[in-house]
């Protein structure tokens, strides 16, 4: 069961670059906000903290990832520093008390505050929302699990540049949570609830060899 004492949400890049108008449109990105918006909502009630994280690069800071920043041209960049596409959707804006954690790497955990500011609030869960799935979700994840998180991936409050990149990389993070959850939003909002609700469990390491063929019903099984 869901600890809301102990649970977090982390909110990753829900940023306006990524909207159908952006240079990074997120397939189906209106959708996911709404899913994302609704789980935020119902950890609000729970009185549970919802930490933010923020791609924000400065200037000086562009040497930081330097083999990226050489192959981005100033049309491509993402999370420029007081851009208006930097800027967190309204839809699941924070409130002045919600942590953000900006960072200019794909990990909300490298170089930056957060596991000072989870453990800071006793968190040992996380409800895990956002985009890319395949990027600074899944690596934001991978180094949340190493840290010793226990992971709550709401599958359908992420998303890609495509469904199939989305699936791949939630299917791969499936393979090694290692005791964590993968669910959807309409579940992830009946455990924050304490209510019964469906989630697939990881008990072992590599659980699904995905081919091709197989990618769809695997992922819709989870």
Not at 18 to 38: K, T
Not at 86 to 98: G, H, L, M, Q
Not at 102 to 126: E, Q, Y
Not at 190 to 210: L, M, S
Request: charged fraction near 25%.
């Amino acid at each position: 069961m869901l600890d809301p004492k102990s649970t977090a949400v982390l909110s990753i890049d829900f940023q306006n670059e990524y909207r159908p108008s952006g240079a990074y449109p997120v397939e189906g990105y209106d959708d996911i906000l709404a899913r994302a918006a609704a789980v935020i909502a119902a950890a609000r009630m729970a009185s549970m903290p919802i930490v933010h994280v923020q791609a924000w690069v400065e200037d000086d800071e562009k040497a930081d990832y330097a083999l990226l920043q050489e192959n981005l041209t100033d049309g491509l960049r993402y999370g420029v520093a007081g851009s208006v596409g930097a800027a967190i959707c309204e839809e699941v804006a924070p409130r002045p008390s919600d942590p953000i954690i900006r960072k200019n790497w794909p990990s909300a955990f490298r170089r930056t505050a957060l596991d000072d500011v989870l453990s800071r609030l006793g968190i040992r869960h996380l409800l895990v929302l956002g985009v890319w799935t395949d990027s600074c979700v899944r690596a934001s994840v991978f180094d949340a699990v190493f840290a010793g998180y226990r992971i709550w991936l709401v599958k359908d409050a992420c998303g890609s540049g495509t469904e199939t990149m989305h699936r791949t990389a939630v299917l791969d993070m499936a393979n090694r949570l290692y005791g964590g959850v993968v669910l959807r939003a309409a579940e992830a909002i009946k455990a924050i609830h304490g209510q019964d609700h469906a989630a697939w469990r990881c008990t072992r390491p590599v659980e699904f060899q995905y081919r091709a063929e197989t990618i769809d019903p695997l992922y819709d099984a989870l």
